[in-house]
């Protein structure tokens, strides 16, 4: 069992910054691939970043490309996402994941794992 557990959500005005930590506890963090997903209310749920084991590879949607960035530190057991220039789009409640075989990382379903969420607001 891996436990994910989030923080760093808040409110921010849009334009601003916030970083997000997800810290992996259970078993070893540095065999997992890491995701980020987010949703709103009324919405699906929407792939936003996700890094390979190694942190060698980065993948991140569309909407959030150019502003926001996953990293990790696997001595730290923790997945981060930087996010910049934040809009009123990007409220929702944000999510990290865990998987070993994840050949599509923009798939939740390919993550085993997943947290109770942090939830980000942003305001106009």
């Known amino acids: 069992q891996v436990q994910l557990a989030e923080s760093g959500g808040g409110l921010v005005q849009a334009g601003g910054s916030l970083r997000l930590s997800c810290v992996a506890s259970?078993?070893?963090?540095?065999?997992?691939?890491m995701g980020w997903f987010r949703q709103a209310p009324g919405k699906e749920r929407e792939f936003v970043a996700a890094?390979?084991?190694?942190?060698?590879?980065?993948y991140s949607s569309d909407s959030v490309k150019g502003r926001f960035t996953i990293s990790r530190d696997n001595a730290k057991n923790t997945a981060y996402l930087q996010m910049n220039s934040l809009k009123p789009e990007d409220t929702a409640t944000y999510y990290c994941?865990?998987?070993?075989?994840?050949?599509?990382?923009?798939?939740?379903?390919?993550?085993?794992?997943r947290g109770q969420g942090t939830q980000v607001t942003v305001s106009s």
């Open positions: 994941a865990a998987g070993h075989l994840v050949s599509n990382p923009s798939n939740p379903n390919l993550y085993s794992y």
């Open positions: 890094i390979s084991w190694t942190g060698s590879s980065t």
């Open positions: 259970g078993r070893t963090f540095n065999n997992f691939h």
